[in-house]
Every structure is written in structure tokens, then in C-alpha cells.
């Protein structure tokens, strides 16, 4: 039996870096295969739908679209950078330990959609090269995300996955992450990443500047003005060639130019290319078509050269912050002992907050509660949830058990600290190549029985695999905010390796040393 789940998860990895489909139905084929194969009962199979922390990302998906529509955002990024041209270390000083600030609240994304081209169309306004800010910007929200338990859904589904270890057996040592409990490590991490990037992106980022074309920027009278569109996994057309597809029929836009990997196709080249994810093209649109498409899953991100969204009243704005300040600090206090028997059969943790924000910001339209299905992010989901019924057939099989006992077998003297390294790169490497979340879900199980096999707390193995599951700098495809900056910025695969890889290193480096001090063994 572990013989064949190793074969199936080996299948779905070479799957998922292949990208033959989207994450989540690798990984939901993969949970059917066990449940058909007798390895998963109906009950385990669906037990990830289920989980407080697959919920939790969901709702967390709309309360950061309601932050994202307030306007408040934009704002700040207003007063963040000068009316002035400055140089690029002061632009980085004042924008990524504020955006680290941020994604340590919301969600990664929608805050990299809406600073991505603000940032372009400044560092353009201002004759500065956008690829020094632009790779900046996603590593903040990444180094946000490591400091707690919301900052990214990677923390959520290690935390809900702890909780159900901690429920079925109480003496085994696991328990959930405390609102803040990652910070401990997380602030080192920000910190450190922060200051390299402040003194290397002079010499590993890029200098690259668009090249203008006049007439597109010319506001005129015509109805139609410059648009960047980020294909997203949804998109209709994807591995579909551009003269085989009639954008402008589909979309009222004309399709001027694809951006790829360093790379702006155009003309002949562009007819013959086929559309991938992550591709930036460049449109020719109007109002209808920002309208119609600006909030679609087909795109990551779709932004113009102008500032055209209509925002809330002041009054809404300030009642968008208060409710996302008692979200957090109701979550935080929750936690403390004193509450746990104020309202006996009720816990205020994130997910009971999160639950009570969402509905007060749905029924005061702060996002469009209509097409509430269209900013929930169903991939993710789908892909957390299978992937705690592929975590429990990897226990379940005896295939975890296997493989922590060929590890821990092959390190004797300092064993913890040795295999927590072990469990840390293989995280990293994982993540690098697939989604996230998967990364920590495969890794989950067999880091709870190489504790097991040590006799050692699990903690220390838990809090690394959030940090590795987040730390993608190395390559675009690893996380969603590389990908969309990387088409904005019209980065090469080889800018993100050369400025990420010796940053993945120093937070390696960093958490085996830190965690063990925090999260004894």
C-alpha cells in the first residue's frame, strides 16, 4: 500500500511542475485515486472541504476584496511614494517594510494587483527602470506573510492540519499557531530580507525601461487607452494560438503585444505565439472593457494608465478599517486564556472573526456580494482541501513512516537539527515547482513522523515548514505575486534566481537557527 501511494504522489508532483492541469484537480484526482483504491474512507476524503482553515482562506479572500475596493490602498501608496523623482533605494526604503505591514493582514495578491502598476506607471513617471521596485514589491508581501497566521494561506492550512493532529491525539505535542506566533521568526526574516534587498538591488535587479510608444499615451479623444492584462489559469485561450483566437471579438479589445519572460512580442512573432499563463498583454480598450473583465478570474490583473475605479465615501473607507482592526485584534485577544470560558461551547478565534467580518462587509456592500464566486479563488481551495486527504493517505499507507524512518536513519549524531534541514529544503524545493499549499501538505506528514521517530516536540518541524512553503524567491511560478510581476516588469526567469536564490539561502540559513531557539525540541 505505500509502495502504491508513493508511485501516485511521485505521479502527481511530476504533474503538478509539468503543469498538465490546474493544482487543484491534480491533487483532487490524486485524493479520488485513494478513495477508489480503499486507502481513504469517504469521511477522510472529505474532511479538507470542512477544515476551519480552507474556510478561513476563503473568507479571507473577500475580506481582502473589500479592502482592496475601498480604496484605501491606493491612498497610501499615494503618500508613500514622492510627487518627486528620488532615487531608487529611498523608493524601496519607503515602500517594502509598509507593504510587509499589510500582507501581514490581507491576502498577497489583490495588494501586488494594486500597487503592481501604480509602482510601473510612478517609476516610468519619474524616468526610473520599474524592474528595481517591481520584484521588491512581491518579496514584501512574501516577508509580510511569514509574520502570521492570515499572512498567507499556506500558515492557515499548517495550522488546520495541526489542529486536526492535536484533536485526534491530545498527548502527541501538536497544537495550532497563535495569531502572532510566527512573527517570532518572521520578523527576522523581513527584517534580513528587507536590508539584502536594499543593498543588492543596485547590482542584481535588473535596469530595464519600457519603450514608450507616444500615440498610446496620447488621452486625446479617443475612447481608447493603454491596457495590461495578466492571463490567469482561467483564461479561455491558454496554449491556443493568438490568430486562432479573436481576442477582439471576445473581449471589445485589441491585442497589441504579449510580454513574456523578458521578451515583448509583437507583429508577425505574435501571431504565431500561443497564450500562457502569467503573459502580460498589452491592449487597446475602452471603459467596457475594464468594466466587464477587471473583476474576472480569466485575468490576475487588469489595470490601466489611468486611475478609473470608483471609490467609497470617506465614511465606508473608515468603516472598512474599523471592521478589519476588530477582526484582528478580536482574533488576537480571542486567543488568550481568560476568554476561552467566557461564552462556553464558543471560541473567538480567526475563523469565528473572519466569519462575522465577511458578512457585516457582504450585507454593507463593501464587495459586491453578487459576484462573491468570482473573487474566491476555487483552485486554492480545491487544492487545500485535496490535499489534506493526500496528507492522511500518505499516514494512513505507512508511506510518512517510511520515509522519516529511511531519514532518520540515515543521520545518527544531531539527528533533530540535521532532518529539521532535511524537512526545510525539501519544502523550499517543492514550493519553488509547485503550489504552495501542496509543497506543505506532502511535507506535513512525513515531518510528524520524523518527530514521532525522535521523540522529539513537532513544533520546530511545523513552524518550518510554514517559512519554506513561503519563501519562493527563486522562481516566478512558485508563488502568485512572482508571477504577476513578473509580466508587469517583463522580468526573464533568470532575474528572479539571481537576485532570489542567495535570499532563499539567508532564510534557510536564518530559520534553522532561530527555530529551534523559539520551538525547542
Same mark, same amino acid.
Given at each position: ?12 508532483? $511530476?504533474?503538478?511542475?509539468?503543469? $498538465?492541469?490546474?493544482?487543484?484537480? $491534480?491533487?483532487? @484526482? ?7 483504491? %480503499?486507502? !481513504? ?6 474532511? /479538507?472541504?470542512?477544515?476551519? /482553515?480552507?474556510? #478561513? ?108 493532529? &492535536?484533536?485526534?491525539?491530545?498527548? @502527541?505535542?501538536?497544537?495550532? !499557531? @497563535? =495569531?502572532?506566533? !510566527? ?10 530580507? #528587507? ?24 488621452? %486625446?479623444?479617443?475612447?481608447? *487607452? ?6 490567469? &489559469?482561467?483564461?479561455? &485561450? ?36 500561443? *497564450? ?7 491592449? =487597446? ?8 473583465? %477587471? ?5 490576475? =490583473? ?12 470617506? /465614511?465606508?473607507?473608515? *468603516? ?20 476561552? %470560558? ?5 471560541k473567538f478565534d480567526m475563523f469565528f472573526f473572519v466569519c462575522v467580518t465577511t458578512v457585516i462587509m457582504a450585507w454593507t456592500n463593501i464587495f459586491p456580494a453578487r459576484k462573491y464566486t468570482k473573487i474566491i479563488s476555487w483552485d486554492i481551495l480545491v487544492t487545500i482541501a485535496s490535499a489534506f486527504a493526500i496528507s492522511k493517505a500518505m499516514q494512513n499507507s505507512g508511506m510518512a513512516d517510511n520515509v522519516a524512518s529511511w531519514a532518520v536513519g540515515l543521520s545518527h549524531e544531531h539527528g533533530a537539527y540535521v532532518l529539521l534541514g532535511v524537512v526545510y529544503l525539501i519544502t523550499a524545493v517543492a514550493t519553488e515547482l509547485m503550489t504552495n499549499n501542496a509543497a506543505a501538505a506532502l511535507a506535513f506528514p512525513i515531518a510528524m513522523s520524523i518527530a514521532q521517530h525522535l521523540g522529539v516536540s513537532p513544533m520546530p ?16 511560478? /512558485? ?30 540559513? !536564518? @530559520?534553522?537557527?532561530? $527555530? ?6
Open positions: 500500500m505505500a509502495t502504491f501511494v508513493t508511485i501516485i504522489v511521485i505521479l502527481m508532483l $511530476i504533474a503538478l511542475t509539468k503543469e $498538465i492541469l490546474r493544482p487543484g484537480l $491534480i491533487l483532487l @484526482s490524486g485524493a479520488i485515486i485513494f478513495l477508489c483504491a %480503499g486507502i !481513504l474512507t469517504p469521511t477522510e476524503m472529505l474532511e /479538507g472541504f470542512s477544515n476551519k /482553515g480552507m474556510i #478561513t482562506v476563503a473568507l479571507l479572500f473577500l475580506v481582502s476584496e473589500g479592502v482592496r475596493r475601498s480604496g484605501l490602498l491606493e491612498s497610501l501608496l499615494n503618500w508613500l511614494l514622492p510627487n518627486r523623482k528620488c532615487m531608487v533605494l529611498g523608493a524601496q526604503i519607503r515602500m517594502m517594510p509598509v507593504v510587509s505591514f499589510i500582507s501581514a493582514f490581507l491576502n498577497n495578491t489583490p495588494v501586488v494587483v494594486i500597487f503592481a502598476p501604480m509602482i510601473k506607471r510612478w517609476a516610468e513617471r519619474h524616468k526610473m527602470a520599474p524592474t528595481k521596485l517591481l520584484i521588491p514589491l512581491s518579496f514584501a508581501t512574501i516577508f509580510g506573510g511569514m509574520c502570521t497566521l492570515i499572512g498567507t494561506s499556506t500558515n492557515l492550512v499548517v495550522h488546520g492540519m495541526a489542529l486536526d493532529v &492535536a484533536a485526534a491525539n491530545p498527548e @502527541s505535542g501538536v497544537r495550532g !499557531l @497563535s =495569531m502572532f506566533e !510566527l512573527g517570532k521568526i518572521g520578523i527576522f526574516i523581513a527584517l534580513a530580507g #528587507t536590508l539584502y534587498i536594499w543593498l543588492v538591488s543596485r547590482f542584481l535587479l535588473p535596469e530595464r525601461r519600457a519603450k514608450r510608444d507616444e500615440t498610446l499615451d496620447d488621452e %486625446g479623444l479617443s475612447p481608447y *487607452f493603454p491596457v495590461e492584462a495578466v492571463i490567469g &489559469a482561467r483564461f479561455p &485561450a491558454i496554449n491556443r494560438r493568438v490568430r486562432d483566437f479573436d481576442f477582439k471579438e471576445k473581449y471589445g479589445a485589441t491585442l497589441m503585444e504579449i510580454k513574456r519572460a523578458g521578451r515583448t512580442l509583437v507583429g508577425k512573432e505574435l501571431k504565431n505565439v500561443r *497564450f500562457r499563463e502569467g503573459d502580460t498583454l498589452c491592449l =487597446m480598450a475602452d471603459e467596457t472593457f475594464i468594466k466587464n473583465w %477587471g473583476d474576472s478570474s480569466f485575468f490576475l =490583473m487588469v489595470a490601466d494608465s489611468h486611475n478609473r475605479e470608483q471609490k467609497m465615501s470617506k /465614511g465606508k473607507q473608515w *468603516f472598512t478599517i474599523l471592521l478589519l482592526l476588530i477582526m484582528i485584534l478580536g482574533a488576537t485577544v480571542g486567543e488568550l486564556p481568560t476568554m476561552s %470560558g467566557l461564552v462556553p461551547g464558543m518541524f511545523i513552524v518550518s515548514i510554514c517559512i519554506a512553503a513561503s519563501a519562493s524567491f527563486c522562481t516566478p511560478i /512558485g508563488y502568485q505575486t512572482n508571477l504577476i510581476v513578473q509580466g508587469v516588469g517583463n522580468y526573464r526567469f533568470s532575474d528572479f534566481v539571481k537576485v532570489g536564490l542567495p535570499l532563499s539561502l539567508i532564510t534557510m540559513a !536564518l @530559520s534553522l537557527w532561530l $527555530i529551534p531557539i523559539f520551538w525547542p525540541f
